[in-house]
């Protein structure tokens, strides 16, 4: 017999993003899943973004499911509760109109999810922080480290490190556990606060969405965000005993954490310690990243016909860093990321593992053998790949990037091609 093919709902609440919605809608549409529906409701904007929409979903050439309607001003949490009543899939994605989805995405997640016990709710990944021109900044986990602790409720009181837009949830246990609260701003982490007293989540480490950060984003507006997590805390009051470690925590205050401890709170403090510690240090969770210096390597180690430099899975290569290999190859492994304005040489050829992330102005590569990019890369804005260039299937390319040679199965997105 074939193997079913689960139905994804993909729901996207929009309200005044008529400059970033035609780019969430066709990361969408470039999903490998073959099994999608897709569900948008405009939330009273008063910008052009309903008509954008409408001319966006008017030129969809894939098979699904779609559903568009407006209404007046509800607020997100109503908005999603709406859009989850209408879906039909068998997991369930929510997308806010101004991010974007790799084109992967919502296939990994779903083999990972499907080949999860019963008690997995939800599988998450990484992904990158990116500004309004689509040039990204850093890694979504290092703004957000994953916690090393178990108990993902507890975790889930300190702070919510899990991505809105980097979730596959099973339909049935989200509306099992209440569905999306619509009195809550902070619907993400209220739902996950619903379904961790019960069920876990797991998280990959590939980097698979863009999460676009701008000055209208309502994280934004600290004043919002206050009331929205008195909300929040009204509806799980265990919240309240980690208020002043909270802040203290968002302060940076090591010593205003230590003396909130208490004999109640002292499992709960710990947390807030690591945590902080996490922000400091850049660590997360089952992760060990390289550090590269500035420093440029002048005498690479040299084997039989020159031997290659290989830098391993996970590294970092400064902002501005210089690095020049030669007689061998410079080969980066999976999951690198290359600082903004970094630049990478190597004679006979330079080759960056799949799932890397190339920042904002980073030059790559030479004219001499081509550039190798692995699957899945996000290439930021402005950044140049030089001729010869071998992009992997999935790369994602922001705007104002200039690549030269050979493409694959790039995607651009908010432009029509390469510059």
Do not use: K
Request: glycine share 12%.
């Amino acid at each position: 017999m074939p193997e079913r093919i689960p139905l994804v709902s993909i729901i996207i609440p929009a309200h005044n993003h008529a400059a970033f919605v035609a780019a969430a809608l066709q990361s969408v549409v470039a999903q490998t899943h073959p099994r999608l529906e897709l569900i948008v409701i405009d939330d009273g904007s008063t910008d052009a973004t309903a008509a954008v929409i409408e001319q966006s979903l008017s030129q969809i050439s894939r098979e699904m499911r779609v559903v568009f309607h407006r209404q007046e001003n509800c607020g997100l949490g109503a908005t999603l509760q709406r859009a989850l009543a209408l879906a039909t899939g068998e997991f369930v994605q929510f997308l806010a109109s101004d991010d974007a989805l790799f084109p992967e995405m919502t296939a990994r997640l779903v083999a990972v999810l499907s080949q999860a016990g019963e008690g997995i709710a939800a599988a998450g990944c990484d992904g990158y922080v990116v500004d309004a021109r689509g040039g990204a900044s850093r890694v979504f986990s290092d703004l957000h480290p994953i916690p090393f602790g178990r108990d993902q409720h507890r975790e889930l009181m300190v702070g919510n490190w899990l991505p809105a837009m980097g979730m596959l949830y099973r339909r049935d246990i989200v509306l099992q556990e209440g569905g999306i609260a619509p009195e809550l701003v902070y619907e993400d982490w209220g739902l996950l606060l619903a379904l961790t007293r019960r069920y876990r989540v797991i998280q990959i480490p590939d980097r698979l969405f863009a999460y676009r950060q701008h000055g209208e984003n309502i994280s934004a507006d600290g004043a919002r965000m206050r009331l929205a997590l008195q909300a929040l805390t009204r509806r799980y009051p265990e919240m309240a005993e980690a208020r002043d470690l909270r802040l203290a925590l968002a302060r940076g205050d090591m010593r205003g954490i230590l003396g909130g401890i208490s004999p109640s709170s002292l499992g709960l403090a710990a947390r807030f310690v690591l945590r902080l510690l996490q922000r400091r240090c850049g660590l997360s969770a089952g992760r060990l990243t390289a550090r590269l210096a500035e420093a440029v390597p002048r005498r690479p180690g040299r084997g039989a016909g020159g031997a290659q430099i290989t830098i391993g899975r996970g590294c970092r290569i400064h902002p501005e860093a210089r690095l020049q290999a030669g007689p061998g190859a410079l080969v980066l492994g999976d999951h690198c990321q290359i600082g903004a304005g970094a630049r990478l040489v190597a004679g006979p050829g330079l080759s960056i593992g799949a799932g890397s992330f190339i920042a904002e102005g980073a030059s790559l590569g030479g004219a001499e053998a081509a550039t190798r990019i692995g699957g899945g890369c996000l290439i930021a804005a402005r950044s140049r790949i030089e001729a010869g260039s071998d992009l992997g299937e999935a790369c994602v390319i922001l705007p104002g990037s200039r690549v030269a040679g050979r493409l694959a199965d790039g995607v651009w997105l908010g432009t029509d091609g390469p510059i």
